[in-house]
């Protein structure tokens, strides 16, 4: 009788899945938890370089693989190797430390009057089983090994990846990577599965039931906000209800302050602006769709420009026809709105590669919810939205939804304005960035890849960076526990030589 570890191995060659599948996937994964959760610091990050390596052993493979798949360019695909590696490094590395473990101790005071203390220590444990969904815009940094394979692993929960349907053979070719990985670490095989639907319908099924499997405790999402609301609700709707970590949509607010307009090269400005938007064909999540530019001559000029370099600009083909067809709609929403105008167009760049478009609109727009100026436009839109004062511009950014992130253009002639608007803009935004433009998200232990709802549907998370971890994990007390039977993270000899908080000061 083959087991559900197997059946799960078996999976990964990429024939199609289907409800059967989930549950041997899940059901591996749930086998696969008591021992993968019980690894060391040591012995769960190289499993992690492990998997890295393994991806890199095949990347050329991988690399033909994504970009006759995505129509990404060759640099872009290589650069995603790299990033996708260098994640799952740096999580071996934060293992390796032991921070996330969060580890506090609070000895016991017998003497202490009016009442003793008793010894209280607390620790993160992983949260079990995850749902990770591939996202279509990144076939590897943001899919099969991507950052929420490679949080939830650290943390110490097995992985079921639903692959993206847009880039099957690069998805199959890296799950068999990580496959090896587990196997050559010696792990049980359930640690890790992969599951590919026949078609979209099916995927969405498939989907469903992953996220409705009572064994996954977790789910990470990169993509609509229909799609993520979807399976926030199927969540929400179980017998055990379980968090769903999904980025959704994002318009990134951009607003350009008088002084930095002033001093600015108009048409470097200006075609820095349109190269942000179209990078990619624009299909970033952190696209500069909403820019709010002063009026006045120095603005007009900035449009200008703007308008010049879109129209130099050719289509880019998308990820899928659907996409591309969505980017078709929303533009042609965008300009059947009463008071928009189009600034600049660019030239198609033929099938699924629709002309970018820098559109005009005022600012009372903003305030309509059901505004197409208000809505994400997956791909290389923006749209220029002009004001004559901070002062009146803060309601419009306190009326946003929220966002990823939140830019601000200032010289230090506009300090005051720009001191008025961080107090608005860090309750709207993930990451707020300064005389720069947001497409482009660091990885590392700072950065912050979330925001208030819709740009996720948990603000307090993110899915880029260390951080990342603590959305797999909760805290459990210890209280008075026999000291041979404590977890090695809380012993007092501290074998793994963990950074600790003792009596509320922290230790090494």
Known sequence: MTSTAEQARSIIAGTPADTADVEAATTAAVEAFASYRATSPAQRADFLEAVAAEIEADKDAIIEAAVAESSLPLARITGEVGRTTGQLRMFAGVVRQGDHLGVRIDPAMPDRAPLPRSDIRQRMVPLGPVAVFGASNFPLAFSTAGGDTASALAAGCPVVVKGHPAHPRAGVLVASAIARAVESQGLHAGTFSFLLAADGRSGIELGQALVQDPRITAVSFTGSRAGGLALVETASKRAVPIPVYAEMSSINPVVVLPGALAEADTTAFARAYVGSLTLGAGQ????????????????????????????????????????????????????????????????????????????????????????????????????????????????????????????????????????????????????????GWPTGVEVGHAMVHGGPFPATSDSRTTSVGSLAIERFQRPVAYQDVPADLLPDALRDDNPWGLTRRIDGTLEA
Do not use: W
């Open 284 to 435: 970033f999540c952190t696209n500069p769709g909403l820019l709010f530019l002063p009026a006045g001559e120095a603005g007009d000029a900035f449009l200008a420009a703007a308008a010049a370099a879109v129209a130099e600009a050719t289509g880019q083909r998308m990820l899928t026809p659907g996409i591309a067809a969505a980017y078709t709609s929303g533009t042609q929403a965008l300009e059947d709105t009463d008071g928009v105008r189009r600034v600049g167009r660019g030239t198609d760049g033929g099938e699924h590669a629709p002309a970018p478009v820098v559109s005009e609109a005022p600012v009372e727009l903003l305030t309509q919810a059901d505004s197409a100026v208000a809505h994400e436009v997956f791909g290389a839109s923006g749209v220029v939205v002009r004001y004559d004062d901070v002062d009146g511009l803060l309601p419009r950014l306190a009326d946003l939804e929220g966002q990823l992130t939140a830019t601000v253009h200032a010289t230090a002639a506009d300090s005051a304005d720009a001191a008025k608007l961080l107090p608005v803009l860090e309750l709207k935004a993930g990451r707020i960035l300064f005389n």
